[in-house]
């Protein structure tokens, strides 16, 4: 299978990514993250107006086989969160990058957005990891 | 794909049928094995509702041949291997003589002087190792695992596509025999067995016929057949309240503790670890095997603490997402009495949680 990693996002270790659009960090995971899970069948987001931290856990991720975190790839308030996950977790697995984007983080610190990888540094990070 | 075989997995003789239908491959007890081929709710609803096609061939087959074999076999196992008769099979366990399993297995009579026992994969090194130190006069324990493959075709529809490709008669097989006959001019051990509660079988061929076999076990019925892999056999084998070794069974526990009473004969001849099982019958059991029912969202996980009161008294084996019920299902040791409540709380992420405790199989199969 082939997966698909947009140009335009930035990628996390954990597999999260994110879009910026004037100043707000749309934050999901990725089509690894999605095939690595199979079927997404819970997911846990935080309410609007959580302060998110980069790096620390905002949510939960529950597969058929496993439970994941969810990492904060920015720090930020939740100005937005994805309502349709909780009662349709499977969109994660159909469209990880569009309709089952999971929270928009208002930007604390845009200078964060430099730690995270451009797609060609998320694609050799992910086929190291299948190694 | 490659990288696993680089990392010194085995293979199967059904591999590159794997690789070619884009398998997702992890490692299971050493082996290179599909986790699934495309989505595991999917493969186990297939699995339900039409029929599937497993590799299985992982699993160890040893043979135990000789004018010895009947008396060492019922030595070993806990059911009355002396009731089996030629062409049956019984599910049965190999306990220490503590009492403690040394796995779970099927084993199957071709003669009094030859059975085949069935093992985990796990387990397949110290199931040979632990026979071999016991006493074994007339005798012969021989590893046909990798001479040999297994597959499964499970499903509600596994035996009518199945009885138009075998000579000779199908549907008057009762669960739990077998018969060797000839499937698309292969040499078969074909058995009314399966890991699922679905009908279906198990069938053993040679290693070099076993690609083909597995290409014409999926054209059956021209598209009927779909390949499942190692997470759909996973919670098809929960739903039922199937053990799992490592899970449910290990050294440290007793198959009484398990719930397998029914198949531990404790009237019947001797056996290694008797002894054991029954003192721990007459004082009773502290524990017991339980199945626990959760919400669609709460979700049984292996680890998760189980509480009456705010006080432990449990832990989850297994658990998953029940894609026939659409909630999180699991089975967990309970120390008694708490094994009689109808609920309790279970942990998840610091929360506590009210599961319903019920007794397996969580689904109910006709046939």
New interface residues.
């Given amino acids: 299978m082939n997966l698909e990693f947009p140009d335009d996002l930035y990628y996390t270790r954990e597999h999260e990514w994110v879009r910026v659009e004037d100043g707000i960090a749309i934050v999901g995971i990725t089509e690894y993250a999605q095939d690595s899970l199979g079927d997404v069948v819970y997911i846990e987001l935080p309410a609007e107006g959580t302060e998110v931290q980069k790096e620390v856990g905002f949510g939960v991720i529950e597969s058929v086989k496993a439970v994941s975190d969810l990492y904060a790839p920015v720090s930020g308030e939740i100005k937005e969160v994805n309502d349709a996950l909780p009662d349709s977790p499977e969109i994660v697995n159909d469209d990880p990058y569009g309709e089952a984007w999971m929270i928009k983080v208002v930007l604390s610190d845009e200078s964060e957005l430099k730690d995270l990888m451009r797609v060609d540094a998320y694609k050799a990070y992910v086929s190291d990891e299948k190694e | 794909m490659g990288?696993l075989a680089a990392n010194g997995l085995k293979q199967t003789p059904i591999y590159q049928a794997h690789v070619e239908l884009?398998a997702?491959l992890v490692d299971f007890a050493g082996y290179a094995l599909p986790l699934?081929y495309t989505?595991?709710?999917e493969e186990h609803l297939q699995v339900r509702r039409a029929a599937g096609l497993f590799d299985v061939s992982h699993m160890g087959r040893l043979h135990i041949c000789g004018p010895g074999a009947e008396a060492f076999c019922q030595a070993v196992s806990v059911n009355n291997v002396r009731r089996l008769k030629d062409g049956r099979v019984q599910y049965t366990v190999l306990c220490l003589a503590n009492g403690g399993c040394v796995d779970d297995l099927t084993i199957f009579r071709f003669g009094q002087e030859h059975y085949e026992l069935v093992v985990n994969a796990s387990r397949r090194k110290q199931v040979i190792a632990w026979l071999k130190e016991q006493p074994h006069r007339d005798v012969e324990i021989e590893d046909r695992t990798e001479a040999t493959a297994l597959m499964a075709l499970q499903g509600p529809q596994a035996m009518s596509l199945l009885a138009k490709k075998v000579a000779g008669e199908l549907e008057s097989m009762r669960p739990f025999s077998f018969v060797q006959r000839e499937l698309f001019d292969v040499p078969v051990v074909l058995s009314r067995t399966g890991y699922t509660g679905e009908d279906g079988f198990e069938i053993e061929c040679a290693a070099s016929a076993a690609l083909s076999l597995w290409q014409q076990l999926l054209n059956l019925g021209d598209g009927k057949v779909k390949p499942i892999g190692l997470?759909a056999r996973?919670?098809l084998r929960l739903e039922m309240g199937y053990m799992l070794y490592g899970h449910e069974l290990d050294e440290a526990t007793t198959p009484l503790e398990a719930g397998l009473q029914w198949v531990v004969k404790l009237n019947g001849d001797d056996f290694i670890g008797k002894a054991a099982l029954v003192k721990q019958q007459q004082e009773g059991l502290k524990r017991r095997l339980v199945g626990v029912r959760g919400g669609r969202?709460v979700?049984p996980?292996r680890g998760y603490r189980l509480y009456a009161e705010g006080s432990p008294v449990g832990e989850i084996t297994s658990g998953?997402?029940s894609?026939t019920l659409d909630c999180g299902i699991g089975l967990a040791y309970v120390q008694k009495p708490f094994d009689q409540q109808p609920t309790l709380e279970m942990m998840v992420?610091n929360k506590p949680q009210e599961v319903d405790l019920v007794k397996p199989p969580f689904i109910n199969i006709n046939r």
Avoid: C, E, L
């Fill in positions: 990288t884009g997702k699934s989505k595991m709710v997470a996973d919670t969202q979700i996980r998953s997402y894609p992420r």
